[in-house]
């Protein structure tokens, strides 16, 4: 042990950039380096004293660059740079900037301020997971939605850490997900918050026409009443030009979508949301109502490249889902629904009319599963229902 002190010290003593010499007052001098002059002049009494002084500044200089470097180790394998790490290896495979908006504030609501975040990814257990969702599941009152994304985030964060070899283990593969089920929310909003009434859009039409005949320039309202005939996206309704609009054919072909990126407050045109275009037939009312646009942007000018422009420009995607939300303002609507409910209520009228699963999800562009999942509701009226269930009774009389 002594040998190999000696060779340290031998070795440290090597390295010391600056003499050491012994002045005429007797005292023994060196420099050791300052971060503020550079350097700095040290003595002592004896040869032996200086050489001392200069190996225990080098060992204290090495336990610091090891402190620092195991902080700096540390601070890297925190679940929140883990994260960060994560996020910029999904934007370097090309996600849009809305997506990233979405992680970013997301993680703000599932991360900002807990324990979690702080901790070292390599010593995280599926104890740690498992309690960290719980308790964010029953404090943020979450529902199933949110908590898979919530989880989504976790396991995504923990395989990407052990392909970059943070961690040699991932501890997610042994948490058992079903456990949360039963602290998710599951209150389920009413059919009435999520389609439309035939009242309510009578009423909704019936307010778009006093718009076309009062503020007939206001391009909005024409867009939700496509919206309406026709299920389509704020984004697909802001994004559709004339180009695409084949009034001889009596065909639209609904290939491109407006995109709001969050980051930097600016749209853009992209694909639809499925990545594929589509067609929807023009009956007679969508015809009627292009001829009505063209004719007022002919009137003010700004018959261009989008079905829903203005002089100032295109008719934005936000501005669309906000005009039906007025809409339902102004016809005294107690819960404001927006075009996600139009869809929902387009898709369920069709398949309550007996069209199927298939050719209403194509018609949408969505799939059949999100079809039955997400957007068919009954929106028959009891009148309807009455005459099922007399004719059935009726059917049932007769047999017996």
């Excluded at 002049?41 to 200086?50: D, P, Q, V, Y």
């Excluded at 409910?341 to 898709?347: D, G, K, L």
Aim: glycine residues 6%; aromatic residues 12%; proline residues 1%.
């Amino acid at each position: 042990q002594e040998q190999i002190e000696m060779n340290k010290r031998t070795e440290l003593l090597k390295k010391h950039p600056y003499k050491i010499w012994e002045g005429k007052d007797g005292k023994w001098r060196t420099y050791l380096p300052d971060e503020e002059k550079g350097r700095i002049l040290k003595k002592r009494s004896t040869e032996n004293a200086i050489k001392d002084m200069i190996v225990e500044y080098y060992l204290q200089e090495a336990k610091n660059e090891s402190k620092c470097e195991k902080e700096k180790k540390r601070n890297e394998n925190r679940f929140s740079s883990c994260f960060e790490a994560w996020k910029n290896k999904q934007i370097a495979y090309g996600i849009s900037g809305n997506t990233v908006y979405k992680y970013e504030y997301d993680y703000k609501r599932f991360f900002e301020g807990t324990d979690f975040e702080g901790l070292d990814i390599r010593n995280i257990t599926e104890e740690d997971i498992t309690i960290f969702i719980i308790s964010r599941i029953k404090k943020l009152n979450l529902k199933e939605k949110a908590g898979k994304a919530l989880w989504g985030y976790i396991s995504g964060v923990f395989r990407s850490a052990k392909i970059n070899k943070r961690i040699m283990d991932d501890p997610c593969q042994y948490v058992d997900t079903k456990s949360f089920f039963k602290f998710y929310d599951k209150e389920v909003k009413s059919q009435s918050d999520r389609v439309l009434n035939d009242k309510e859009i009578e009423m909704i039409m019936e307010r778009i026409a006093l718009d076309h005949k009062e503020k007939s320039w206001y391009m909005p309202s024409y867009a939700v009443e496509l919206g309406i005939y026709t299920g389509m996206r704020a984004g697909e309704l802001a994004g559709l030009k004339w180009e695409n609009v084949f009034i001889d054919k009596r065909i639209i072909v609904i290939s491109k979508s407006e995109k709001y990126n969050g980051i930097n407050k600016e749209y853009h045109l992209s694909s639809t949301k499925t990545y594929k275009s589509r067609e929807f037939p023009i009956s007679d009312e969508i015809m009627m109502l292009f001829i009505k646009i063209k004719k007022v942007q002919e009137e003010y000018g700004c018959y261009e490249g989008f079905v829903f422009s203005t002089l100032d420009g295109q008719v934005h995607c936000r501005t669309i889902s906000d005009c039906m939300r007025n809409k339902c303002i102004q016809i005294g609507m107690k819960h404001t629904k927006g075009m996600n409910a139009v869809r929902r209520t387009v898709n369920s009228r069709m398949r309550c009319a007996g069209v199927s699963a298939t050719v209403a999800a194509s018609l949408l562009g969505h799939t059949e599963e999100v079809n039955n999942s997400n957007y068919t509701y009954d929106t028959t009226g009891m009148d309807y229902k009455m005459e099922i269930i007399e004719k059935m009774n009726k059917e049932m009389t007769i047999k017996k």
